[in-house]
């Protein structure tokens, strides 16, 4: 087997069909092929490799459907690392965006960082003039940001399947480490890696502890990550939205862009616009049936 073809949708809106299916079969002509979840994730195995007219003869017949296929040069494969972005992927918003809402400048700052995201700014001269207008402001802020976080569908599962077969689970972000501890606490990361925003006399200073955190310092987290696992970056699963992960996504195994800006999305190799966070479970050949439950316990 030379390729695989996995296909996703949104778990709230399973439309992969028997009819969707049926004209799939006509296009590939796949060896083998696998349910993963009813309506909601097949995977298509072919005998060669994905050639150019294939791959648009099943852009055609999708057409406009909302669902994601991404095509694999080799059968899944359960990834030992997963690490993630966390602003607008693991949890739903922009954590500096949703700050800065608290006090009256939310559209201001928003503008900035949909910049930055998009690649348009210098990632780490835009968070220090972003942090810049946040001084004076009480860091209880920060409790009441933690307590309005809102996580991203599928992510908990994502996690505590991973961790339960045997993945390390990272968090990487160039938000605050005031949230990301809280986000990786929530969720059983195993680590978390962020920049640091100081706080001096109960106040926010409106600047960031140095070095920053951003594009370069992702992917160096993902080759320090490998190196703690001794296992290569191919074994790696990095998920982003932003022009800040693309490093680190196209130096993973699996890269993938989850419904990202427009630039990330036409750069990765791998994308999920329509899924939630388990499709990037269904990218490594996991079966819903294998799924971690929200009681499963964790080591």
Known sequence: MSAALILTCDPCRPIIDAGVLAALRDVLSPVSEVCLAPAISHQFDLAGPAAAALRQGVAACLGERPIDHNWLPHAPQR???LIADMDSTIIVGESLDDLAAMIGIGDEIAAVT????????????????RVARLSGQPATLLDDLRATIRLTAGAETLVKTMRANGSHCALVSGGFTA???HVA???GFDSHRGNTLDIVDGRIAGTVSLPILGQD????????LCGQLQCTAAAALAVGDGANDLAMLSGAGLGVAFRAKPAVRAAAKYRIDHGDLTALLYLQGYKLSEFATEAAEVN
């Open 79 to 81: 990834q030992r690392l």
């Open 217 to 224: 310092a992702k992917q160096q987290a993902l080759m320090a």
């Open 114 to 129: 949909a910049r930055a995201m998009r690649g348009e700014l210098d990632f780490e001269a835009a968070l220090q003039a």
């Open 179 to 181: 949230i990301t501890e």
């Open 185 to 187: 606490g929530l969720l």
